[in-house]
Nanobody, 124 residues
Framework: QVQLVESGGGLVQAGGSLRLSCAAS????????MGWFRQAPGKAREFVVS????????YYADSVKGRFTISRDNAKNTVYLQMNSLKPEDTAVYYC?????????????????WGQGTQVTVSS
């Protein structure tokens, strides 16, 4: 069982930066693929980025590539999402997710555990 708690969301102007954190409980954190998804008002939840258990493999949605960076610290049971050059279209609730598998996935239903989400609002 893994519990995920996101933090770091907030209101930022376009072009600004935010850093999200996702703290995980459980001793097997390093065994999980971790991902970030987001859901904008009136839209379906979408994949943002994922990272392998070692941190050596990352996968980004085209919409955030070059602007967002995912990283993880297995010693701290935490995954991070550094978001730079934010745009109004990045406004959404951002969710952290964990997948008990060695393979990363962009599919929401492949993830086993979810956080409660943190709101990111980018003003124009």
């Amino acid at each position: 069982q893994v519990q995920l708690v996101e933090s770091g969301g907030g209101l930022v102007q376009a072009g600004g930066s935010l850093r999200l954190s996702c703290a995980a409980s459980g001793r097997t954190f390093r065994s999980y693929v971790m991902g970030w998804f987001r859901q904008a008002p009136g839209k379906a939840r979408e994949f943002v980025v994922s990272i392998s258990w070692s941190g050596s493999n990352t996968y980004y949605a085209d919409s955030v590539k070059g602007r967002f960076t995912i990283s993880r610290d297995n010693a701290k049971n935490t995954v991070y999402l550094q978001m730079n050059s934010l745009k109004p279209e990045d406004t959404a609730v951002y969710y952290c997710a964990a997948r008990w598998d060695v393979r990363a996935s962009v599919t929401m239903t492949d993830y086993d555990y979810w956080g409660q989400g943190t709101q990111v609002t980018v003003s124009s």
